[in-house]
């Protein structure tokens, strides 16, 4: 397991470029087996979630031709069912969360899917029902092997529906829509989640032939087509990531120019940084965050204290919450950060606490933050990274602190963000990986 030595105190300055989104790429990547045409696309972040899935499809049969560091032809021409059946797919689906939406798009192109329960964070209970009850409104079987935690599905051929889902899931919408772009007539999502993650593919499912209308809404109606075709995709930037990096500006009272943003797609993540107090302008497509050495949280107009809590898009991304929540330790004020989806995401509060932040947990969901108005700086300490938005929130707070930090399991980091060591360190951070 690697770590990152962080020497904190520095203020960064200079232009950075965000990567590919991440949830993005897990959901275009498994699109690419809807079609025997090649697919392209492009800014795919180098970053380990997003490698293991192109290794995944790759031994599925898939052929990939990266073309640039951040660009990939894939051709899902001989898909080999067979590997489903291997150790090696368990191992490499157990892995990675978005391995699970390769479900939809086999379920829509072969009859059958099967998948080991998926990886990713280990934040609560992520249920996948949502997904396998709209599987079967489509006309699938579906069978769950409890002894090995294995879900199967089959279909001869699936049909519209109307699907209500039980909650907006982020990838179970993606996986629906994927099963019914080829389905016999009409489906309709309702509740279906819309994040960007998901509009960009649905954009890119309709540049591949798919009929669906209704994309940025919570209801998706998709008109059944017999075949889709090849096509170019362009990624979002990783609206996490940015938003990761407009809390790094402001916590080290750093002067940095976050480029190519696509603004527009970022809902409210900049109005909850400048809630938190961190100044930002607009120049363009970037954000310009000029060094500050304080910064003041706002309440309310009744003022009562402020609250930064997740919902479903266009509400604010859970993904964020542990950032906002760093960043809120070293404010002026105080701010209750509820995190309504994951009941174990907040757990690494107790590092900050060791680090000298004033956070009363007051539960699994919720946290209440005084904030230190940089009198005090944070100090270094020996830490582990839990989960990955957990893991670059502490390494915000190293960042920012007095002396040295090391930070283990940075794994969890590297899931999503793309050589950040090597990234913030030409910013002028003092980050080794050790
Ligand atoms: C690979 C990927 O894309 N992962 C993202 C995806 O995960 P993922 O798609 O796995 O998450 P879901 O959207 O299914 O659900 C997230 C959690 O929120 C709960 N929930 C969800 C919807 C709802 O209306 N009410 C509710 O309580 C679920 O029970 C679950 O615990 O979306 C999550 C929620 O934005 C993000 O944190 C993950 O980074
Ligand atoms: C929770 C996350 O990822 P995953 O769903 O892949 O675990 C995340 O990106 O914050």
């Not at 203020?11 to 079609?35: F, H, M, R, S, W």
């Not at 949502?130 to 090995?148: C, M, S």
């Not at 938190?276 to 120049?283: A, D, P, Q, S, V």
């Not at 919720?366 to 929130?393: E, F, H, W, Y």
């Amino acid at each position: 397991m690697a770590s990152f030595e962080v020497i904190g105190g520095n203020k960064l300055q200079g232009d950075i470029y965000p990567q590919g989104a991440k949830n993005e790429a897990l959901q275009v990547l498994c699109a690419v087996l809807l079609t025997s045409e090649p697919v392209t696309i492009t800014n795919v972040p180098n970053i380990r979630d997003v490698n293991k899935l192109i290794e995944l499809i790759r031994d599925l049969g898939v052929s990939v031709e990266q073309q640039a560091p951040d660009t990939y032809t894939f051709r899902a021409e001989n898909i080999n069912l067979d590997y489903l059946d291997t150790e090696q797919f368990v191992e490499q689906g157990r892995a990675i969360r978005g391995s699970v939406m390769i479900v939809g798009p086999m379920l829509a192109r072969y009859g059958k899917a099967k998948m080991p329960k998926p990886g990713g964070d280990k934040i609560g209970r992520r249920r996948l029902d949502t997904h396998f009850i709209g599987f079967e409104k489509l006309g699938a079987k579906f069978n769950y092997d409890t002894q090995d935690s294995f879900y199967s599905v089959t279909a001869d051929n699936l049909r519209g529906s109307y699907i209500l889902l039980d909650e907006a899931s982020v990838t179970g919408t993606a996986n629906l829509v994927m099963a019914a772009v080829m389905a016999e007539g009409t489906t309709t999502i309702y509740n279906a989640a819309c994040e960007p993650y998901v509009q960009q593919l649905c954009r890119m499912l309709n540049r591949m032939g798919a009929k669906i209308s209704g994309v940025g809404s919570n209801l998706l109606t998709i008109e059944g087509v017999e075949k889709l075709h090849g096509t170019e995709h362009a990624m979002l930037p990783d609206m996490i990531e940015i938003g990761s990096f407009i809390g790094l500006a402001g916590m080290t009272g750093s002067e940095i120019t976050i480029k190519n943003c696509r603004i527009p797609e970022l809902g409210l993540i900049p109005d909850t940084f400048q809630n938190l107090g961190i100044k930002m302008e607009f120049r363009g497509d970037d954000i310009y965050i000029p060094a500050q050495d304080k910064y003041e949280v706002a309440t309310y107009i009744d003022g009562s204290i402020l609250n930064v809590s997740d919902h479903t898009w266009p509400g604010l991304t859970p993904d964020l919450l542990s950032v906002a929540l760093v960043v809120a330790t070293q404010a002026k004020g105080t701010v209750l950060i509820h995190q309504k989806m994951f009941e174990s995401r907040l757990f690494f509060v107790d590092k900050l606490i060791d680090m000298g932040a004033q956070i009363i947990l007051c539960d699994p969901h919720r946290a209440t933050i005084i904030g230190l108005n940089k009198q005090i700086p944070l100090r270094g300490i020996r830490m582990a990274s839990p989960d990955i938005r957990a893991g670059v929130a502490l390494l915000i707070a190293a960042l920012s602190a007095e002396g040295r930090s090391v930070i283990d399991n940075v794994e969890q980091i590297d899931r999503g963000y793309q050589n950040i060591d090597g990234r913030l360190n030409a910013l002028g951070a003092q980050i080794r990986r050790i």
